[in-house]
């Protein structure tokens, strides 16, 4: 079991080189090996290319190796014809005699199946390596297929005095709590997730772009919560950087540009409650992650109706004394990360 560990830890590293391009397929990792040796190895492809088995095989040069050979895979094979064909009829059809998994499918297109088909074909499989470590990886994924809605991160920085942002500021642009290190690795979270969102407010005092600058990768769909249609179209959120999901309250649509085609609008009802109600509008729009990025109001309305699923508190050196208080989260444990002299707090609910 140490070496499956191993292994499986290689995995999970190659599954990380995949975030935020393989929607809405997961992204994988696998490792084939022969005689305690890496032969092979890859990660799901963006979406619509091959999966991470099908990557690690082909970069097997000596394919004779194979049916004496172990194939380590964080999540259990598909077993159903999509974009691609099953895996789990490639490591059949190449006779690879032992598959060890991290954790099984939950998706009901697999949901074991994978494992029945490879069983079949007479591969000895193992499961549960690494199981919490990998269904901790495939976070995003699980959340949409048993819980119906997107996998919610709250993020926010404070002081460590615990305030957002100040009660009066001279400019409209954000007031940095944390240092350009933390905000790098902003940037870095929002082209890993799906979405991010924001309130009226916010937007109203930081005109932020809400797009990935300090980091390379994909800009996140904008989710834009805007009730009375206050926004002005002229603000960066409303740019063609990215796509705008705006929801609001009001019948009057006329904020709606028939010729920018990356405005969506949609409604809730924003006397009830709204987490709910906007967990389903980007379930609508098949989202997997949303970043809630906005001030206390509107993270904490997802706090109080308890849909969240991580949070990522950034504590800078500032002191204010006063201002806009930072969100409540309910008492519980936290890991806590350096970063050059902020302090991450991740929390998990």
């Known amino acids: 079991m140490k070496d499956h560990k191993k292994y499986m830890q290689r995995c999970l ?21 022969y005689n305690d040796k890496i032969i092979g190895e890859g990660f799901t492809s963006p979406y619509g290319g091959p999966h991470a088995e099908v990557n690690a095989i082909n970069t097997v040069k000596d394919k004779s190796l194979l049916p004496l050979s172990t194939i380590y895979v964080t999540l259990e094979p598909c077993s159903h014809f999509g974009k691609t064909p099953p895996c789990a009829d490639l490591i059949a059809k190449h006779t690879i005699k032992n598959v060890v998994i991290g954790c099984i499918d939950t998706n009901s297109l697999v949901a074991g199946k994978g494992i029945e088909k ?27 297929q048993n819980k119906k809605r997107p996998h919610v991160i709250l993020k926010w920085a404070q002081t460590q005095d615990g305030f957002i942002a100040p009660n009066h500021k001279d400019s409209v642009s ?21 979405a991010i969102l924001v309130g009226t407010n916010t937007v109203i005092a930081d005109n932020p772009s809400l797009t990935v600058r300090s980091w390379y990768g994909h800009n996140p769909i904008r989710v834009v919560l805007d009730k009375s249609l206050k926004l ?41 409650p709204l987490a709910s109600q906007i967990c389903e509008v980007l379930h609508k729009h098949k989202i997997q992650s949303v970043i809630i990025e906005g001030g206390t109001k509107t993270i904490q309305t997802f706090i109080d109706e308890n849909l969240w699923d991580e949070a990522y508190v950034f504590e800078g050196k500032s002191v204010f004394k006063e201002g806009i208080a930072a969100p409540l989260l309910p008492k519980r444990g936290s890991e806590t990360i350096d970063i050059e002299g902020d302090s991450l707090h991740i929390y998990k609910n």
């Open 13 to 33: 590293q190659l599954a990380k080189n995949g975030l935020g391009t393989t929607r809405p397929n997961p992204t994988v990792g696998a490792v084939v090996v």
């Open 174 to 194: 954000p007031v940095w709590i944390s240092n350009e290190y933390s905000k790098q690795l902003v940037h870095k979270f929002r082209s890993e997730e799906h």
């Open 118 to 144: 490879l069983k079949k074909a007479g591969c000895n499989v193992t499961v549960g390596v690494l199981e919490s470590e990998c269904f901790d990886h495939h976070k995003r994924f699980f959340t949409v």
């Open 232 to 272: 002005k179209k002229s603000l960066s959120v409303f740019d063609a950087k990215a796509t705008t999901i705006l929801i609001t309250h009001n019948n009057n649509i006329r904020i709606a540009d028939e010729k920018n085609e990356k405005l969506l609008i949609e409604k809730i009802d924003f006397s009830l």
